[in-house]
């Protein structure tokens, strides 16, 4: 709270952070046990990037973990080696959505630089964030002799704005179902500028309906056979949040993107009852 009071280090301050809690880093270089796990609605933000550097006790780990609105700013992160990150997701995170007010509101990486050899500056990996997906950076410097400068894989997403990367083996690489959108951005030297391998999953399969005239670009499929209607067996909604939780009688396969439409759904209370989707009558 004060610097008569500080932390000696950055996860001792990390970890006495709740949602909404800046962790101010003054100028040094910081050795920190990792991967430091960032809380949500966290911020880290150092003096300068030039005067913060953060590096970890054990080079083959990441260096930060962030989650949902959580933020690290002004800071260098160096001497991660492969296949370390810099910057990426805790395995298995399942941070509620709702959690500190609004929803995907992605981590945030800005003014940073990554000064490494083979490690990645930032790894997206949408297996290892399954309710968060997504990471937004802006100046970020990218200077990683021999290493990757921002990886996205398993249907992970990366909005980056002013990413430099410099002697990169790979400037930014997405994978089975990765995407990058990209900005004024600029790759330097280095094997590869931009990498894409593989595909996603499967999202959907069906039918074409009817026939489409030439150069026609809206084509409608029909996947009512691979998409069956599904028994909901409860429905659960909170007033205090307007979240309704809704359990379905059998496994539903159902995937981030589909289109889903509840019916016949039955609330009551001490005023009576209604059939959703409800009309009022005029």
């Known amino acids: 709270t004060s610097i008569d009071n ?26 920190e046990s990792n991967p430091l796990e960032v809380p949500a609605y966290v911020s880290v933000v150092g003096d300068d990037q030039r005067t913060v550097t953060v590096s970890p006790s054990i080079p083959t780990k990441d260096i930060f973990h962030v989650r949902k609105g959580s933020k690290l700013s002004n800071m260098t992160f160096a001497h991660h080696l492969a296949p370390a990150a810099a910057v990426g997701f805790p395995t298995g995170d399942t941070i509620a959505e709702n959690v500190g007010g609004g929803k995907w ?12 050899t083979t490690g990645t500056g930032i790894y997206i990996d949408g297996d290892q964030a399954r309710s968060l997906k997504a990471m937004n950076v802006d100046a970020f410097t990218q200077y990683n002799q021999g290493g990757i400068g921002v990886a996205v894989t398993n249907n992970g997403f990366a909005q980056l704005v002013s990413v430099f990367t410099i002697c990169c083996d790979k400037a ?17 030297f280095g094997t590869y500028g931009l990498v894409a391998r593989g595909v ?6 069906g039918i074409v309906t009817s026939s489409a005239a030439a150069a026609q670009d809206n084509i409608v499929l029909n996947i009512t056979n691979t998409n069956p209607s599904y028994n909901i067996s409860g429905v659960d909604y ?12 059998a496994a ?4 981030v993107g589909m289109g889903v439409t509840l019916a016949d759904i039955v609330f009551s209370c001490t005023y009576g009852s209604k059939t959703y989707p409800y009309r009022r009558p005029y």
Do not use: E, M, R, W
Request: proline share 1%; charged share 10%; aromatic share 6%.
């Open 200 to 205: 996603n999953d499967l999202q959907y399969s």
């Open 105 to 116: 509101k992605g981590p945030y990486i800005q003014n940073c630089t990554s000064d490494t």
């Open 238 to 249: 909170t007033h205090q949040t307007g979240v309704a939780t809704v359990t379905t009688s």
């Open 252 to 255: 539903h396969n159902f995937q």
């Open 172 to 188: 930014i690489t997405v994978h089975k179902g990765g995407q990058a959108d990209i900005a004024n951005s600029n790759c330097s």
């Open 6 to 31: 500080a932390f000696l280090t950055i996860s001792a301050a990390v970890g006495a952070a709740s949602s909404g809690t800046t962790v101010k880093v003054l100028s040094g270089n910081y050795v």
